[in-house]
């Protein structure tokens, strides 16, 4: 198991969570009340093409991604303040 957390702030993308081969399970948390942040798989993710976590919000990406989607996770927020991405990642 790992967990925790990463400061995104503006449209350079910041790593959430690196990849790893034995990833079962992914979940993410943007626990600030605002912005909204874009996730994406590589350094290519802007808010125009990323899978939104709003404010507030859960996501399971296992699902969202893949259910065996082992990559990088990256994000990028619209520039209005800092989100709080926070995740907890379970291994085989």
């Not at 939104?52 to 990028?76: C, H, I, K, N, W």
């Amino acid at each position: 198991m790992a967990y925790g957390n990463v400061s995104v702030n503006g449209a350079t993308p910041v790593l959430v969570v690196p990849a790893n081969g034995k990833r079962q399970e992914l979940r993410l948390i943007n626990y600030s009340t605002s912005p909204d942040v874009f996730l994406g798989m590589d350094t290519n993710v802007t808010t125009s093409n990323g899978w939104p976590l709003f404010a507030g919000s859960e996501q399971d990406a296992s699902r969202g991604m893949g259910s065996t989607y082992l990559g990088d996770v990256y994000a990028v927020n619209n520039g209005t303040g800092a989100s709080d991405v926070r995740y907890w990642e379970t291994l085989r």
